[in-house]
């Protein structure tokens, strides 16, 4: 008897999960409330420019998601080295997190701090595994303490503010006094040897390619959910769809929004999830430009309007035409959360300002491009992984759950939560 299931939701974790289901020949139709699928993981082509609106990278750590391109024949490519500096108060000074050598050459940090971040990353090494992508393991180190409390203590000042608050904070948008250590520890025990890749076709390749091999419907946005004895019915606005089995592989507040049948306990800890908002700028340029640093970082103590600047022909030359230039602006989520309210165009001049302290003047741009998202990443607070991990040991059969909120925002780990969800319907 064939069997079938519903996926709310058609970022990298519903995909994820209805590929693997289709594979195994369950029917699967995804819902997509937006007009588009794909999640925080689209791509556009503007004047012939690729331009990522979420996330733009996966990581040689990344072992599922890796396992999937190759399974799907996309090919990552690793970017070109871009010589970065960070902006400090004392100047822009070069710093590369995955050298070692160049973090004793870095001089704002003390040499007591130096070699208690070389000690903390060789010992890292000797403990027991942990993986971004997985909750279980986060949540064996997410005692309490953020990892401002944390960094402070393991590292010392200046290292903290430097080295630790540089490796988190220009990824993930939100403030290391904000998140749980258990993001700093994992962090830190990933970076040996790690290194970025990227898709030639951006992002959205993945979702892209995903997609074409399912049944997807979007502009339906789910409303309730009932779950009965033999079946799990799912009302959106485009009708109602009746399966064996459902997955919500949505956003946590847009499942906290649904009606009907989801547990107590369940929507409990779903409304307990928090985001940030990014506001995510580029500037494209019909014509070179010049600049002084192609990658500029903010570094060291005080709060960050902009978590980073790139140019992006350098880093990947596939993604901007010759003679072009394209530059990325990413906002912190304290001054996304000021501006996202306001009319496009004072967010655009503000957020210009901000970039511009710290990477010098930028010439005007020919086309302007603003992608803000409210719930951009889930913060990992303090408590998270491990009301997470138990989340997810909780039995459950014909309505079951997936989405980066479960680990953390990384496409590894929503990518995850889908692939667990879909073995979890095929072994029932």
């Known amino acids: 008897m064939s069997r079938s299931c519903v996926v709310v939701g058609s970022g990298v974790a519903g995909l994820g999960a209805a590929f693997r289901l289709a594979n195994a020949g369950i029917r699967v139709t995804v819902l997509e409330a937006e007009p588009t699928f794909g999640g925080r993981t689209q791509t556009e082509i503007v004047n012939d420019c690729i331009v990522n609106t979420g996330a733009a990278f996966v990581t040689s750590f990344y072992d599922a998601t890796l396992a999937l391109l190759k399974e799907l024949r996309i090919e990552p490519v690793r970017p070109e080295a871009q010589s970065g500096v960070v902006a400090t108060p004392f100047g822009k000074l070069p710093l590369d997190l995955s050298s070692p050598r160049r973090i004793v050459q870095f001089p704002l940090v003390s040499l007591t701090g130096k070699l208690r971040a070389l000690t903390l990353f060789a010992q890292s090494f000797l403990r027991r595994p942990v993986h971004i992508g997985k909750p279980a393991s986060l949540a064996r180190m997410d005692r309490g303490a953020t990892i401002e409390s944390w960094g402070r203590r393991a590292l010392g000042e200046t290292a903290y503010q430097y080295l630790l608050r540089t490796g988190v ?7 290391a006094e904000e998140a749980s250590a258990a993001l700093g520890k994992a962090l830190v025990r990933h970076a040996r040897r790690w290194h970025m890749l990227a898709l030639e076709g951006g992002m959205g390749s993945l979702c892209d390619t995903l997609g074409e091999r399912l049944e997807i419907r979007t502009g339906c946005k789910a409303s309730s959910v009932e779950r009965g004895e033999q079946s799990v019915t799912v009302y959106h606005s485009g009708g109602k769809i009746e399966a064996d089995h459902a ?19 369940d929507r409990k800890q779903i409304e307990a999830v928090r985001y940030v908002p990014n506001l995510l700028l580029y500037f494209g340029y019909e014509r070179p430009i010049t600049v002084q640093h ?7 103590p005080g709060r960050h309007a902009i978590a980073r600047i790139r140019t992006i022909s350098e880093w990947m030359p596939s993604y901007v035409p010759e003679g072009k230039e394209l530059v990325s602006v990413h906002a912190a989520s304290w001054r996304s959360a000021e501006l996202i309210e306001t009319e496009p165009e004072h967010a655009i001049n503000q957020l210009r300002r901000d970039a511009e302290t710290i990477f010098g003047r930028l010439a005007d741009p020919d086309w302007i491009r603003l992608y803000p ?17 138990a989340f997810v040991r909780r ?3 014909r309505l079951l759950y997936a989405g980066d909120w479960l680990t953390g925002s990384t496409v590894e780990g929503a990518l995850r939560t889908g692939l667990e969800a879909a073995e979890s319907i095929l072994a029932q």
């Open 169 to 175: 904070e220009p990824f993930f948008y939100f403030g």
């Open 247 to 265: 997955i919500l592989a949505m956003p946590a507040p847009a499942i906290a929004r649904l009606q009907g049948d989801i547990d107590d306990e």
């Open 294 to 300: 192609p990658l500029v970082t903010p570094a060291g």
């Open 373 to 389: 998202r409210r719930d951009a990443a889930v913060l990992p607070e303090p408590g998270h992984y491990r009301r997470m991990k």
């Open 395 to 397: 039995p459950r059969k």
